[in-house]
């Protein structure tokens, strides 16, 4: 979970126009690699890591929010987000907010896919966005419809960036899996209600 410097406003509300994920099987993968890792990272810690490049990892023990979405793409769906982040961002590292935010001045293969607002400035960039909040929206206000697999932030707190990983969607509520500091857990998207929803994501998009 990274900081957030400076707080997006929101007013409004908007449905992006991405193409529906035919593949559903994708997103049964990612969750259920998301949900091997509760109890495997038991710890939190965002402290910058020197890692190697691609397939770079702090130890499994431990990590941030963007950390349970890394290792799930690359155990689930075989993705490398170091790769695709870095990639994207030697295309074009001005779409990212690493500069504005960070004072980056160029892209750093150890942190950039690790902070939520990078992968935001990806997701959109791929196509993967379906849904941004243009006003303020309680954190379990998704538009939906959600599905098992799909991505979703909020602001925590009004300030803090958070990324989750939804696990399942049926008519007891939806549930995502994502690490807010006590580890890897499975929590009710319902208990987000006091924080900002951000936006949704179905990645990666047909």
């Known amino acids: ?36 890792q509760i109890g495997v990272t038991t710890g939190y810690d965002p402290t910058w890591t020197k890692l190697s490049y691609p397939g770079g990892d702090v130890p499994r023990s431990t990590g941030v929010c963007a950390d349970v979405l890394i290792r799930a793409a690359r155990d689930g769906l075989g993705l490398d987000l170091q790769r695709l982040v870095h990639e994207d961002m030697l295309r074009d590292f001005a779409a990212y907010p690493a500069r504005r935010v960070w004072g980056s001045h160029e892209p750093d293969t150890n942190i950039d896919h690790r902070r939520v607002l990078n992968l935001e400035a990806y997701f959109t960039r791929v196509g993967a966005r379906r849904w941004f909040a243009m006003k303020a929206t309680a954190g379990d206000g998704f538009p939906g419809p959600l599905a098992a697999g799909n991505i979703v932030t909020w602001l925590l707190d009004a300030r803090l960036p958070h990324i989750a990983i939804v696990g399942s969607s049926g008519s007891g509520g939806a549930t995502v899996i994502h690490n807010i500091g006590r580890g890897v857990e499975e929590s009710a998207l319902s208990e987000f209600w006091p924080h900002q929803a951000i936006a949704h994501y179905r990645w990666p998009p047909n």
């Open 1 to 36: 979970m990274d900081r957030r410097t400076s707080v997006r406003g929101v007013a409004g509300a908007c449905l992006a126009s991405s193409p529906a994920w035919a593949d559903t099987g994708k997103g049964q993968r990612l969750a259920a690699a998301a949900r091997g």
